[in-house]
């Protein structure tokens, strides 16, 4: 996938005046860093329209968002809730997972480049953890039953354990003695 992007000069023509003549997308981990921010924020921005295009609870409450949340989760308690107030919470509690994974998927960037892993390794685990962290997004906002969440998990997964393929990769690479 990135040689294809690498391959498309438009792309390289367009974004290279921003990056001083070098090529955007020789290393991916700066477009990695902002997809997985993008993909954290999708669910929350959805979820804030819905509930305030379907009047939720009396709307969106921008002045205090975590307290709105909260209440909708305390209402569970005493009613049912509809399916778009379950696809609702279910989209707040994906963004909350997505914004604390990503500082994960940062440092081991950082730490990917530190160890100078190959581009070519490095971008694939940029695009394999975005299209893991897509596939959990969308499994995370439509799974309703325990049998399916199976699945979420396994894409969840996918992501750490290949974080931690990462970290342990760069390792042997600066530690000649651990080879």
């Not at 009047?55 to 305390?74: E, M, T, Y």
């Not at 509809?82 to 707040?92: K, N």
């Not at 390794?121 to 499994?139: D, G, H, M, P």
Request: charged residues 10%.
């Amino acid at each position: 996938m990135s040689s294809y992007l690498s391959s498309q000069t438009w792309i390289r023509d367009l974004i290279s005046p921003l990056t001083g003549g070098k090529d955007p997308l020789a290393n991916l981990s700066w477009i990695g860093v902002l997809g997985a921010l993008t993909l954290a924020a999708l669910p929350h921005w959805y979820t804030i329209y819905l509930a305030e295009s379907n009047k939720v609870q009396g709307g969106w409450s921008n002045v205090n968002p975590r307290f709105w949340v909260q209440q909708l989760i305390a209402k569970s308690a005493t009613s049912k809730l509809s399916e778009l107030e379950l696809f609702i919470l279910r989209g707040q509690s994906c963004q909350a997972n997505a914004f604390e994974n990503a500082p994960l998927f940062a440092a081991t960037l950082i730490w990917a480049n530190y160890t100078a892993l190959p581009l070519a390794t490095i971008n694939n685990f940029v695009i394999a953890y975005l299209a893991s962290r897509a596939l959990y997004t969308v499994l995370y906002l439509n799974t309703t039953s325990k049998v399916n969440s199976f699945a979420r998990t396994i894409a969840f997964n996918f992501g750490i354990v290949h974080m931690l393929s990462l970290w342990i990769r760069g390792g042997l690479n600066i530690s000649p003695s651990l080879k």
